[in-house]
Structure formats: structure tokens, C-alpha cells
């Protein structure tokens, strides 16, 4: 089995900035995709970031230009680094992590993002 740990999450203005990271540990070793959802109070989970073995990103419209995903394949972790913060960017950010043609989806427990004043 695979384990997520996030970690990173907190509370910051309207503005700043946050780093968020996770750590795969487990018996898979090595997986397709990494990437970071998050769902705020009565929304459904959306994708923010996610990025390939490869290094092809992807970013959801509303966080683009802001947020930046990288991974360490190697240590199989996943970072996001959220700059310019706004109030609806707070939510429950989850760890993802696949592996090839989705065989196997792990999720972390999520680390609390608000941004306020």
C-alpha cells in the first residue's frame, strides 16, 4: 500500500503565499501522475495541479499563473507552491497519486489552506 503525508497547509492573508508538500511512501514505487486537489465547504473536489512522471503540468484555470506544482520522482514527492493567495483558494488541499492507466489512486487525508484576513 502507498501512504500520502501532506504537509505545508495553514493559514495566511489574502495575498501571501503557502508551500505545500507530500511524501508517497509505501510498497509502490513509482506512479504516472502526482497531483493536488482540494475541496472547499459544500463544493465538490476539483483538481488544482497535477504533473507526470515526465513533468507535464496541468493547473486548474482559477490558480494558473499562480500556483506551481513540481515532483522529485526519484523520492516520489509533490510540491505546490500557491503564491498570490485570494479567500477562495481555501479549502482541504489532498495529495494524489496514480499509478499507469489508473490501476491504483491514493489519496493523503488533506491539510486545511484559509487564506483570510
Known amino acids: 500500500q502507498v501512504q500520502l503525508v501532506e504537509s505545508g497547509g495553514g493559514l495566511v492573508q489574502p495575498g501571501g503565499s503557502l508551500r505545500l508538500s507530500c511524501a508517497a511512501s509505501g510498497s509502490i514505487s513509482s506512479f504516472d501522475a502526482m497531483g493536488w486537489y482540494r475541496q472547499a465547504p459544500g463544493k465538490q473536489r476539483e483538481l488544482v495541479a497535477s504533473?507526470?512522471?515526465?513533468?507535464?503540468?496541468n493547473y486548474a484555470d482559477s490558480v494558473k499563473g499562480r500556483f506551481t506544482i513540481s515532483r522529485d520522482n526519484a523520492k516520489n514527492t509533490v510540491s505546490l507552491q500557491m503564491n498570490s493567495l485570494k479567500p477562495e483558494d481555501t479549502a482541504v488541499y489532498y495529495c494524489?497519486?496514480?499509478?499507469?492507466?489508473?490501476?491504483?489512486?491514493?489519496w493523503g487525508r488533506g491539510t486545511q489552506v484559509t487564506v483570510s484576513s
Open positions: 494524489n497519486a496514480r499509478t499507469w492507466f489508473a490501476r491504483f489512486n491514493f
Open positions: 504533473i507526470t512522471s515526465s513533468g507535464t503540468t
